[in-house]
């Protein structure tokens, strides 16, 4: 890779998060210490005995409604690119929301309390399954440990509430927007690259307040969003947005740098893709910290630490009293 390469893709990090960086004190998001996530007994037993936790691309959702809010700023944002070059008009916005829905961002879907009476009966086998009590902090500290600059991410990109209410958001981007259009003409269209990275992104945190404010979600994501936006860069040098001398040099140097730290995080979490879905993994052992049994079961504490071959102590294992 020559110089010209190089002084691109480090330009194309510092961009990232030094606006990532530019962007944190306008967040004030305090983190639950533990969230909980609705199972059934056989599910449970099944995460213990391969010591994982899935985490699927929203792609595999069976909710209809994911990603479909429409927000009152898209319309005054157009999503296409000119190619500088041939002149022909590319769906910018289409392909992030095509990449973050498919095959970069993986969500698992929890709660922050263990008495939500409408997740037991629909997720915890009518209040018969297993509730888990998940460390926010090991989480985060597992994947800190586990992936490239992921420590670089702030909190808000590693694990947020649903909100079922799209006016944040809208205000968000509004307040984004000034600063974006100046910068534009500096950086080829580059801010609003990541202007829309944000409005994409964000989706993954708004849903409709029917059927599902009931569920009070709070998410866990795991996303390289950096990996990302080498990908999004590679678009933008193949129509010519950059100034170089050889456009498709450069973005053969961004999509082989994408691919390389995409391929890295499959690895590290055990990427699988089958004919129904795709998802990533964390380690159950490394993030759980105790179970609950559900307030319907007739299961004892040590019929549970038994089914899963006593990895799971008596000690760890609570039971939900009282009613919900």
């Not at 999503?79 to 289409?94: M, R, S, V």
């Not at 309390?113 to 902090?137: D, F, P, Q, V």
């Not at 990996?227 to 040098?237: E, K, R, V």
């Not at 609950?292 to 609570?318: F, V």
Request: aromatic share 14%.
């Amino acid at each position: 890779m020559n110089q010209e390469m190089q002084d691109q893709l480090n330009g194309a990090r510092n961009l990232f998060f030094g606006f990532l960086k530019g962007v944190d004190n306008r967040f004030n998001i305090e983190l639950p210490d533990y969230i909980y996530h609705y199972t059934s007994v056989e599910s449970f037993y099944s995460m213990v005995e391969s010591d994982t936790i899935r985490m699927f691309t929203i792609s595999n959702f069976e909710d209809q409604l994911e990603r479909k809010v429409k927000l009152d700023i898209e319309s005054r944002i157009s999503g296409c690119i000119t190619n500088n070059e041939t002149l022909e008009k590319h769906d910018f916005a289409n392909v992030v929301n095509s990449a973050l829905s498919n095959d970069h961002v993986f969500i698992q879907s929890n709660t922050t309390t263990s008495r939500n009476e409408y997740l037991w009966e629909n997720y915890g086998n009518a209040g018969k399954g297993i509730c888990l009590r998940i460390s926010t902090a090991k989480y985060i500290a597992y994947l800190e440990e586990t992936l490239e600059d992921f420590e670089l991410l702030p909190d808000y990109l590693k694990c947020c509430y649903i909100s079922y209410d799209d006016a944040w958001l809208n205000s968000f981007l509004e307040m984004l927007l000034p600063a974006i259009q100046a910068a534009n003409p500096k950086l080829n269209n580059m801010a609003t690259t990541i202007w829309f990275f944000f409005l994409e992104y964000w989706r993954n945190f708004i849903k409709s307040p029917k059927p599902y404010e009931k569920e009070k979600e709070f998410r866990f994501v795991v996303s390289d969003n950096f990996s990302l936006f080498l990908f999004f860069c590679s678009q933008l040098a193949r129509w010519g947005l950059f100034n170089t001398k050889d456009s498709d040099a450069l973005a053969d140097a961004f999509f082989s740098e994408y691919s390389k730290r995409k391929q890295e995080l499959h690895k590290k979490l055990g990427f699988t893709l089958t004919e129904h879905s795709s998802y990533v993994t964390i380690p159950f052992s490394s993030v759980v910290d105790s179970v609950l049994i559900g307030p319907n079961s007739t299961m004892t504490k040590s019929e549970i630490s038994k089914g899963t071959n006593y990895k799971i102590r008596k000690n760890q294992i609570e039971r939900m009293l009282g009613r919900l």
